[in-house]
T-cell receptor, first 110, second 114 residues
Framework: GIQVEQSPPDLILQEGANSTLRCNFS?????LQWFHQNPWGQLINLFY???GTKQNGRLSATTVATERYSLLYISSSQTTDSGVYFC????????????FGRGTSLIVHP | GAGVSQSPSNKVTEKGKDVELRCDPI?????LYWYRQRLGQGLEFLIY????????KSGLPSDRFSAERTGESVSTLTIQRTQQEDSAVYLC????????????FGSGTRLTVV
């Protein structure tokens, strides 16, 4: 099945800093989503982005499907951005099951 | 409903007992997924339902685990003879269809087996 690798595994920032999280995948995809899991465990949709670029406030994402990677940008980070960021993909090979990366754990200090 | 609803939010059970977890997907969502997340770990796929098709059970870890879904409505995940290693958060997600649609997660059921 499709492999998903996220980097870095851990990230510690000072409030106000910018960061880039990366998701590499091993095959072509029909579906790619970024999620934020907050400290209470809730998984929140950030972006549905199988290709192209999207922005939502301080967050933006870019997926370059031909090169099999996606980037999540967080600008002017806030303590509420802390949590784990997951990338999940559905490969175009016939399986409809989203495969998750191991996540990037982000801590933003005040 | 407006979101994916899971119940109970927390469940503590004794080792060896059976438990039933419930997921109510977003209305109109034909695809439904169950995942398990152990403490500090990623999401582990369990089972996938798409409309009236046969479910994909390839992620169920043992025959103690089973799930049902009637049509495009509520799903129940049943764990028989619970073991301590079953302790985890069980997450349900739904989407409009298979593959090329975004999906939304519920808040999960935190299961603790003592």
């Amino acid at each position: 099945g499709i492999q998903v690798e996220q980097s870095p595994p851990d990230l510690i920032l000072q409030e106000g800093a910018n960061s880039t999280l990366r998701c590499n995948f091993s095959d072509s995809v029909n579906n790619l989503q970024w999620f934020h899991q907050n400290p209470w465990g809730q998984l929140i949709n950030l972006f549905y982005i199988p290709s192209g670029t999207k922005q939502n406030g301080r967050l933006s994402a870019t997926t370059v499907a031909t090169e099999r990677y996606s980037l999540l940008y967080i600008s002017s980070s806030q303590t509420t951005d802390s949590g784990v960021y997951f990338c999940a993909v559905v490969g175009s090979g016939g399986s409809y099951i989203p495969t998750f990366g191991r996540g990037t754990s982000l801590i933003v200090h005040p | 409903g407006a979101g994916v609803s899971q119940s109970p939010s927390n469940k503590v059970t004794e080792k060896g007992k059976d438990v039933e977890l419930r997921c109510d997907p977003i209305s109109g969502h034909t695809a439904l997924y169950w995942y398990r997340q152990r403490l500090g770990q990623g999401l582990e796929f369990l089972i996938y339902f798409q409309g009236n098709s046969a479910p994909d059970k390839s992620g169920l870890p043992s025959d103690r685990f089973s799930a049902e879904r009637t049509g495009e409505s509520v799903s129940t995940l049943t764990i028989q003879r619970t073991q301590q290693e079953d302790s985890a958060v069980y997450l349900c997600a739904s989407s409009l269809g298979a593959g090329s649609y975004g999906y939304t997660f519920g808040s999960g059921t935190r299961l603790t087996v003592v």
